[in-house]
């Protein structure tokens, strides 16, 4: 009798480590937030609650705040990288050629505000994050209209949506980028890019997926549920989770 129990609760073990092992790997992301230009006070704010996202979401988060973690060996446990306002030139040229090898095998890209402000001298990073910072008014509400209401980062917003942040002007707007949602000049003042003016886009790019939303300056933005689940929806698109 002791030997058969002894069978049974291995029996039971083996089909646990079974079940266990045939569950898919964790997805794992990296926040990257060095910066060589304006540093934002809301990046500790920001990298805090993706992390905690992370941990009600199922997804593992590492953090950097200088480029060395830019290596094929490195980054290859990571299915996307975040830039969380990084600013100006933060990769050497070693490190820029290993994040492009990182792009092209099919991972992902996810770039929060300042992502925009980075990397003006290198164009395949242009191509990637989808447009390059330019100027941006005083902080002040706006009026933001979603034009895919579809996509994971903004199927829950409404269709009209005001909100209080810094708002950037682009230059170099890339055109293959699918808008997600455009700025309303008429509500605010300092817009520079006339009526279709994009605040937040997704492409296919070089191998890889790129997620940006230019909304993240303050501290309170990442304790707004609906931009929380705007950026979460960002970085499961980067991820590949279907």
């Given at each position: 009798?002791?030997?058969?129990?002894?069978?049974?609760?291995?029996?039971i073990?083996?089909?646990?480590?079974?079940t266990?092992?045939?569950?898919?790997?964790?997805?794992k992301?990296?926040?990257?937030?060095?910066?060589?230009?304006?540093y934002?006070?809301?990046?500790?704010?920001?990298v805090?609650?993706?992390?905690?996202m992370?941990?009600?979401?199922?997804?593992?988060?590492?953090?950097?705040?200088?480029s060395?973690?830019f290596?094929?060996e490195?980054l290859?446990i990571?299915?996307?990288?975040?830039f969380?306002?990084?600013?100006?030139?933060?990769?050497?040229?070693?490190?820029?050629n290993a994040?492009?090898r990182?792009?092209?095998?099919?991972?992902?890209?996810?770039?929060?505000?300042?992502a925009?402000?980075?990397?003006?001298?290198w164009p395949?990073f242009?191509?990637l994050?989808?447009?390059?910072?330019?100027?941006?008014?005083?902080q002040q509400?706006?009026v933001?209209?979603?034009?895919?209401?579809?996509?994971?980062?903004?199927?829950?917003?409404?269709?009209?949506?005001k909100r209080?942040d810094?708002?950037?002007?682009?230059k170099?707007?890339?055109?293959?980028?699918k808008?997600?949602?455009?700025?309303?000049?008429?509500?605010?003042t300092g817009?520079?890019?006339g009526?279709?003016?994009p605040?937040?886009w997704y492409?296919s790019?070089?191998?890889?997926?790129?997620?940006?939303?230019?909304?993240g300056?303050?501290?309170?933005?990442?304790?707004?549920?609906?931009?929380l689940?705007?950026?979460?929806g960002?970085?499961?698109?980067?991820?590949?989770?279907?």
């Open positions: 009798m002791k030997i058969y129990s002894k069978l049974t609760s291995l029996f073990v083996v089909v646990l480590l079974g266990l092992s045939m569950r898919p790997s964790e997805k992301i990296l926040i990257f937030f060095e910066t060589k230009g304006y934002h006070e809301s990046i500790p704010t920001g805090a609650a993706i992390q905690l992370g941990q009600q979401n199922g997804f593992a988060v590492d953090t950097s705040r200088t060395e973690i290596t094929d490195k290859s990571y299915d996307a990288v975040l969380m306002s990084t600013t100006k030139d933060v990769l050497n040229e070693e490190e820029q994040f492009k990182f792009i092209q095998k099919g991972k992902g890209f996810v770039g929060i505000h300042a925009t402000d980075t990397e003006y001298e395949w242009n191509q994050v989808g447009a390059y910072f330019k100027s941006h008014p005083k509400d706006a933001l209209h979603i034009k895919d209401s579809k996509h994971p980062a903004t199927k829950h917003l409404p269709k009209t949506w209080w810094e708002w950037y002007n682009f170099d707007i890339q055109p293959d980028l808008v997600l949602i455009t700025l309303d000049e008429s509500s605010y817009g520079e890019n009526s279709n003016h605040i937040s492409h790019f070089d191998g890889g997926r790129a997620f940006y939303t230019g909304l300056h303050t501290h309170e933005a990442y304790s707004d549920p609906l931009f689940k705007h950026v979460l960002g970085i499961n698109y980067a991820m590949g989770k279907k």
